[in-house]
């Protein structure tokens, strides 16, 4: 997978000669030699991911490091920290600026690429639902990229596939000052239980006893139920190549022992963070997508997903010469209810209307709010007579009991018309069903209202 790949050193040396490395290897290169051209680079959406050096004049890497993560445009770009300090202290430090990995100079080019390959890997999966989710800034969410950046990471669930209780309780009592940890022996319940629980991160030894540690890994990313979890290995420095072999089928990140306390907790921190960024983002894409079709008074449908949802229904009736009936439906003196007790009744009263219409229609039902007072309801499979007794139900629940209005501290009457029709053999479009049904529902009005009248079937 190429990517745009942004080295940042003060040196030019080391520029030029991860430049040449990563050229060789189809990666478009960005250079920078300090940390605010590289930040500036990084705010124009030039870079897929950042190679920062940590000691540079001025800015350090450290510093970059915070500033991209805690900016909501920047914080979604990987960024892996190349340096020649290799003490434990200085990984942390990097770690908890929120780097997504420490590399050691000099640089083991296998290791390098495939970290490379697995982070913009990742980072492909946010691009996506990070646009979508900007565009639903247009619909009024607030804005879902501060939301997500601000993640802290903390309380996370993460479960523990070890089977040396020695080595499970040590890493469990790392883990559980910042996070709930629940530890599983038995890979083939692990991965039940993974599929089961609502974990942010499943950290998985390689060295399990009777069993691939790194299959379990392959069994997380493709299942569906666990794909979205972020996967930490864990594993002896000879498993170097089992290890890069794991980031190549989708593990996040790794851990090599003898493995550091602190080191454990600030990897698996970054995981949880991760994972939650992307949730955030998916459910503002999926806000997003639900006010896109849904009246956000009423919660039914809107006209616009009734009128594309009712042309496939229409279209699915007549190619299999089923029924398919409609009801319009449209408060009585709807107008005089605002006019003598405001507006706020009046959606108090939508809105227990819109519940009532539920109530007497299937799950196979289209319901939605054409506007105003007026709802349609659309019934496959059904004929017109069965139409007629469903909007008659409808009509009785409506009447049966007053509606609560100003908090429910007052009560007053509502009634509904309904005009009902159903497809003919004729029909080209759903807008003929629909004109015969506003036709009866005209009836209804003029005939007294607080009644049902259907259109002649053919």
Not at 68 to 85: D, F
Not at 106 to 117: G, H, N, W
Not at 219 to 226: G, K
Request: hydrophobic share 45%.
């Amino acid at each position: 997978m190429s990517a745009r790949v942004l080295v940042v050193d003060d040196i030019i040396t080391n520029v030029k000669l991860l430049e040449a490395k990563l050229s060789a290897e189809y990666f478009d290169v960005v250079t920078a030699l300090n940390g605010p051209d590289a930040l500036a680079i990084c705010e124009r959406g030039e870079a897929d991911i950042v190679l920062l050096d940590v000691m540079m004049p001025g800015m350090n890497g450290f510093d970059v490091c915070r500033r991209l993560k805690s900016e909501a445009t920047t914080a979604h770009i990987p960024v892996v920290m190349v340096t020649a300090l290799d003490q434990p202290g200085d990984r942390l430090k990097g770690l908890d600026a929120g780097a997504d990995d420490f590399l050691t100079k000099p640089l083991d080019d296998t290791a390098l690429f495939a970290r490379v390959r697995s982070l913009v890997r990742l980072k492909s999966m946010t691009d996506e639902l990070r646009a979508r989710a900007m565009a639903s800034r247009r619909l009024g969410i607030a804005d879902p990229l501060a939301a997500a950046a601000s993640e802290s990471g903390l309380n996370g669930r993460i479960l523990l596939i070890e089977d040396r209780p020695r080595v499970s309780e040590r890493l469990e009592n790392a883990l559980s000052a910042f996070h709930v940890v629940e530890i599983e022996a038995d890979p083939e319940q692990a991965l039940l239980r993974a599929a089961e629980g609502d974990f942010d991160s499943v950290v998985v030894s390689l060295d399990l006893a009777d069993h691939d540690g790194l299959r379990l890994c392959s069994q997380l990313r493709s299942l569906e139920r666990t794909r979205n979890v972020s996967v930490l290995m864990m594993g002896e420095a000879e498993d170097r190549a089992r290890i890069l072999r794991g980031l190549e089928i989708g593990a996040h990140d790794f851990l090599i022992r003898p493995i550091d306390r602190n080191e454990l907790v600030a990897r698996v921190r970054t995981q949880v963070r991760r994972k939650r960024f992307t949730e955030k983002l998916r459910d503002s894409v999926q806000s997003s997508m639900e006010m896109a079709v849904m009246d956000q008074l009423t919660g039914l449908h809107n006209r616009r997903y009734m009128d594309t949802r009712m042309a496939a229904m229409f279209d699915e009736s007549a190619l299999r010469a089923r029924s398919l009936a409609l009801l319009v439906l449209d408060i009585d003196h709807f107008k005089t209810v605002n006019d003598s007790w405001g507006h706020d009744a009046g959606d108090e009263v939508l809105r227990e209307f819109a519940d009532r219409v539920r109530a007497c229609t299937r799950g196979i039902d289209l319901v939605a709010r054409m506007g105003g007072e007026e709802i349609v309801v659309v019934l496959p499979d059904t004929a017109l007579d069965a139409a007629y007794a469903v909007a008659e139900r409808i009509r009785e629940r409506v009447v049966g009991a007053p509606f609560g209005i100003q908090g429910d501290t007052r009560t007053i009457p509502v009634t509904v018309s309904i005009g009902v029709s159903s497809r003919r053999a004729g029909d080209a479009s759903p807008s003929e069903i629909m004109k015969r049904a506003d036709d009866a529902l005209y009836r209804a009005k003029a005939g007294g209202r607080n009644r049902v009248i259907a259109a002649a079937a053919a």
